[in-house]
């Protein structure tokens, strides 16, 4: 479910969280392309031209199922190369590039791993800057005024309401991306998954694992089977 009711909080602070800084404009309204698109798209859907349900479906495919599905082969081929997964951590663009994924929204991307003493999270403070090559169309939520201000003020609070509970002994970092600067998480290997193949690996991994807002559970008896 979309989290798209998460609220402002009053204050709060960010204790041992990696924030990195942003040094560019941002633009906090939707640009004359964006708003010309929102506007045609209203015509359309006014006139009969276009199904809002089959959009609304479309969009969906793309933030949910085929935009992800690069992502999650990038983390397979990580899990399963070692050689790979240290070209990712090192020099993203290069080994993202190897499996064909690389272009607008993705020119300079890096990569953060998760680890049992580490857990990451990726935010845009000030806009919506996302990595669409690996992970396809931003999700409502990680648009939405109150996910870009509390995740940085309240991680672990933020991450609750995702039903992913971060230990206190276990770092939080925060990465805010920029135009410039896009994240992408690698998360954590679930337990028992050694027999895996690599296609059946990456059907275990979910978009919101790679933002850093949940993690991955073991396959179930029948995903082993």
């Known amino acids: 479910m979309e989290k798209t009711d998460l609220q402002p909080a009053a204050t709060g602070g960010v204790s041992g969280e990696a924030v990195h800084s942003h040094t560019h404009d941002h633009q906090a309204v939707p640009s004359d392309l964006a708003l010309r698109v929102k506007s045609l798209e209203s015509l359309l859907v006014e006139k009969g031209l276009v199904d809002r349900a089959a959009l609304d479906a479309l969009v969906d495919a793309y933030e949910n199922k085929i935009g992800p599905r690069n992502g999650a082969r990038v983390v397979a081929r990580a899990w399963t190369d070692p050689a790979y997964k240290q070209r990712l951590l090192t020099d993203a663009n290069s080994a993202l590039a190897e499996l064909g994924f690389a272009g607008q929204q993705g020119e300079n991307m890096v990569v953060v791993e998760n680890t ?49 509970a971060i230990p206190e002994d276990v770092e939080v970092r925060v990465w805010d991306s920029t135009a410039e600067l896009r994240y992408l998480v690698l998360p954590e290997r679930p337990a028992d998954t050694e027999s895996l193949t690599e296609e059946e690996l990456a059907a275990l991994v979910t978009r919101d694992s790679l933002i850093g807002v949940a993690k991955l559970a073991p396959p179930t008896s029948e995903g082993r089977a």
């Open 116 to 164: 049992p003493e580490v857990h990451n999270v990726v935010v845009c403070t000030l806009c919506s800057c996302y990595p669409w090559p690996v992970l396809g169309l931003p999700p409502v939520w990680y648009k939405s005024a109150p996910y870009r201000s509390r995740t940085v003020m309240d991680p672990r609070g933020v991450l609750n309401e995702f039903g992913t």
